[in-house]
C-alpha cells in the first residue's frame, strides 16, 4: 500500500469515528435520604453536577463518576474505604442506642420510686429519641443494602445490626412502660416501700446489662457478650424474689399494688431478656454462628 492510499484510509477511519453515535450511560437509583446518599458519593471523589426538585414531593442529585482517583493514598480502593465507614456508623448509632436506654432506665427508676412526675414526664418524652435513632440506623441499612450489595461477613453485619436496634428499641420502651407506671399512681408510689430495695437492685443489674452490652458491640468482643447471660441471671433471681413476696401471705397491699409490681418487676426481667438477644447476635455477627456450649458460646 502506497502512503498516498495509507492516508487515505487513515482519513476514512477517523471520519467514521467522528459520526459514531455517541453514547452514555444514567443511573437512577431510588434511596430513602437524599442527603445522606449526597454525601456518600461526594466523599467518593465524584462530581456533583445537580441537586434539584422536580416536584415538591420529589428530589434529585446528578453525579458524574470520576476516574482519576479509585484508590486512597494507602492503596485501599475508595468505594470499599467508604462503605467501611458507612458500616462503623451503623456500629455507632447502637452504642448510642445502649446508652440512651441506659440513661431512660435510670430517670424512669427514680421517677418510680420517688414518684417524680416530672421525671415521669421527660423519660416518656425522650423515648422518641431511641424510636429515631432505629430509624435512622434502618435507613442506613436498606440504603447501603441497595448501594453495595454486600455479601458474607458484610451483609451478616447489617442484618444482625437491624435486629440488634430493634431490642435495643424495645429496651427503651421498658424503661418508658416503668415512667408510665410511675405517673400512672402519682403522687403515690406504684411499689410499696418494703420492695424500693429490691426495685433499685433490678435497677443496678439492668445498668450493668445495658452497659456490657454497649461494650460488647463496640468492640466485637464474643466473651464479652457471653457475659451478658450470667448478669441476667441476677436479674431472673430478683424477678424471682419478687414473685415471693406477692404470693406470700403477709401481702397487705391490695390487689392494684400487686398488678403494678407485678407488671414493673416484668418491665425490668425484659429489658435484661433483651439485652441477652443482642449478646446473642453480636456472637452471631463476629463468628458467623452461635458457637457450641463447650466454647462457652452458647445460651
Avoid at 23 to 32: D, I, Q, S
Avoid at 42 to 60: A, C, N, V
Avoid at 108 to 136: F, G, K, N, Q, W
Wanted: with cysteine; charged share 25%.
Amino acid at each position: 500500500m502506497s502512503t498516498e492510499q495509507q492516508d487515505t484510509t487513515t482519513a476514512t477511519q477517523a471520519s467514521a469515528a467522528s459520526t459514531l453515535p455517541a453514547r452514555f450511560e444514567v443511573t437512577t437509583l431510588p434511596v430513602a435520604d437524599v442527603d445522606r446518599a449526597k454525601a456518600f458519593y461526594q466523599r467518593l471523589g465524584w462530581r456533583l453536577d445537580i441537586d434539584f426538585k422536580p416536584s415538591p414531593d420529589t428530589r434529585g442529585v446528578q453525579f458524574t463518576p470520576t476516574c482519576p482517583r479509585t484508590e486512597t493514598p494507602g492503596g485501599h480502593p475508595v468505594m470499599r474505604k467508604a462503605f467501611h465507614e458507612e458500616l462503623d456508623r451503623v456500629a455507632e448509632t447502637l452504642v448510642e442506642m445502649t446508652h440512651l436506654a441506659s440513661s431512660a432506665m435510670n430517670r424512669a427508676t427514680t421517677a418510680l420510686l420517688d414518684a417524680d412526675i416530672h421525671l415521669a414526664d421527660s423519660v416518656i418524652a425522650a423515648d422518641a429519641e431511641i424510636d429515631a435513632r432505629r430509624a435512622e440506623l434502618d435507613l442506613m441499612s436498606f440504603d447501603l443494602l441497595a448501594r453495595q450489595q454486600p455479601v458474607a461477613t458484610d451483609l451478616r453485619v447489617i442484618v444482625t445490626s437491624m435486629r440488634m436496634s430493634s431490642d435495643l428499641e424495645r429496651m427503651g420502651d421498658l424503661a418508658r412502660h416503668v415512667a408510665k407506671a410511675a405517673r400512672r399512681r402519682y403522687p403515690d408510689c406504684a411499689v410499696p416501700a418494703h420492695l424500693h430495695h429490691t426495685i433499685r437492685e433490678m435497677a443496678a443489674v439492668a445498668e450493668q446489662l445495658v452497659t456490657a452490652t454497649g461494650s460488647a458491640i463496640a468492640n466485637k468482643d464474643v466473651h464479652g457478650a457471653v457475659e451478658i447471660e450470667s448478669i441476667d441471671d441476677r436479674m431472673d433471681e430478683l424477678h424471682r424474689k419478687v414473685f415471693g413476696e406477692l404470693l406470700d401471705r403477709s401481702w397487705e397491699h391490695g390487689t392494684e399494688a400487686a398488678v403494678d409490681t407485678t407488671l414493673i418487676s416484668r418491665y425490668y426481667e425484659r429489658f435484661g431478656d433483651h439485652a441477652v438477644a443482642v449478646a446473642d447476635r453480636i456472637v452471631y455477627l463476629v463468628t458467623g454462628r452461635y458457637g457450641t456450649q463447650d466454647e462457652g458460646l452458647q445460651r
